[in-house]
């Protein structure tokens, strides 16, 4: 794909529940390699719009490109996992009851090629298969430094290790972008600093376009490359982050006018 293909395109997206509209003619891309962060007020429609990407929600209108061809909004939830994307979640959702290890293990279930069966004699390559998914778990776990905690029940564990082993689950789909959502809401300085390391490093050292929503404008400002703005479902604003910054109408979104 050529650097000046998006890698993601919406195109005049718009969803309503019931007489509500949630997105009104949305319409922002991706560009590979890219931070991309989303950002409004509570309500602003931020979290619709990456279930629309993912495929939780259908628009009733609009289009969802990735690489200019394929439509995430005709897609199924798992087709699209397939196709190498992976999001965190607002509110944690991890299997509570299974270690850290079991979580991102299962994370692995759309790279697996052997059969039920093959898998439960676990010989030949089922086996091999399965050291090769270990493997990749193993060095996540060791990427996120939480090898402390790769047996412990993650239901157990304190809420911003088990926003890291949400984001390691996402890591072992081996995305090609990445969708954060809020991924250090409820988080404590020293845990904010250690995601935001994280994040970077997910996008430096691995490769993974990321698009990011977060209500931590410093952090935002700081790391992304560009920044779109929604308010009441509308698009109001989208650049470099400088620009944002000194947008009348973003100032008058999160402030109120004087």
């Avoid at 995305?175 to 904010?192: H, T, V, Y």
Wanted: proline content about 4%; charged content about 25%; aromatic content about 6%.
């Amino acid at each position: 794909m050529s650097q000046l293909t998006p890698l993601l395109t919406v195109d005049h997206v718009s969803l309503s529940f019931g007489g509500n509209a949630a997105l009104s003619e949305v319409s922002f891309d991706v560009r590979p390699g890219e931070i991309r962060a989303i950002i409004g007020p509570n309500g602003a429609g931020k979290t619709s719009i990456l279930n629309c990407i993912s495929g939780f929600y259908r628009p009733q209108h609009g289009r969802i490109l990735l690489r200019g061809t394929t439509d995430l909004t005709q897609t199924t939830t798992n087709q699209i996992a397939g196709l190498g994307l992976a999001r965190t979640f607002q509110n944690i959702a991890l299997y509570t009851g299974l270690s850290t290890l079991d979580n991102l293990m299962a994370a692995r279930h759309i790279h697996m090629k052997q059969s039920m069966m093959q898998s439960m004699l676990y010989w030949g390559p089922a086996r091999r298969e399965e050291v090769a998914h270990r493997q990749v778990v193993e060095d996540i776990i060791d990427f996120l430094e939480i090898a402390h905690i790769r047996k412990a029940v993650v239901g157990a564990l304190p809420y911003g290790l088990r926003k890291r082993v949400e984001l390691g689950r996402a890591l072992a789909m081996e995305p090609e972008l990445l969708l954060l959502d809020e991924p250090m809401a409820g988080m404590n300085l020293e845990e904010k600093e250690d995601m935001a390391r994280f994040i970077l490093d997910i996008y430096e050292r691995r490769g993974v376009t990321i698009v990011l929503i977060e209500h931590d404008m410093g952090l935002v400002m700081d790391i992304s490359d560009r920044v779109v703005v929604l308010d009441f479902g509308r698009k109001i604003a989208d650049g470099p982050p400088d620009d944002i910054k000194r947008n009348p109408a973003v100032i008058q979104a999160y402030l109120g006018e004087a």
